[in-house]
Nanobody, 116 residues
Framework: QVQLVESGGGLVQPGGSLRLSCAAS????????MSWYRQAPGKERELVAS????????NYADSVKGRFTISRDNAKDTVYLQMNSLKPEDAAVYYC?????????WGQGTQVTVSS
């Protein structure tokens, strides 16, 4: 079955960096676009970034453009989110996502806290 396992979250000071990873299994990873979403307390889940199957096309939320970079390694079935210049408003649970067929799959999420 499809599994998405995020890691790399934690506590970081404003201006700091984190790299999130999402290890995928149970499907043909290189055949699907992948996305990162986030959800802060009391807010709706929002799309942060997405990447095409081969990695040649990426899209970002306006709020993270120029600071975050999504990438993927199809040999390792893993998608990454490099987050630089983190701000307190980036604090959220970050989720990996794939839409395979008619189903929407999510990981368990990884917490990112940005605080001094």
């Amino acid at each position: 079955q499809v599994q998405l396992v995020e890691s790399g979250g934690g506590l970081v000071q404003p201006g700091g960096s984190l790299r999130l990873s999402c290890a995928a299994s149970g499907f043909s990873f290189s055949s699907y676009a992948m996305s990162w979403y986030r959800q802060a307390p009391g807010k709706e889940r929002e799309l942060v970034a997405s990447i095409s199957r081969a990695g040649g096309s990426t899209n970002y939320a306006d709020s993270v453009k120029g600071r975050f970079t999504i990438s993927r390694d199809n040999a390792k079935d893993t998608v990454y989110l490099q987050m630089n210049s983190l701000k307190p408003e980036d604090a959220a649970v970050y989720y990996c996502n794939v839409v395979a067929g008619i189903r929407n799959y999510w990981g368990q999420g990884t917490q990112v806290t940005v605080s001094s």
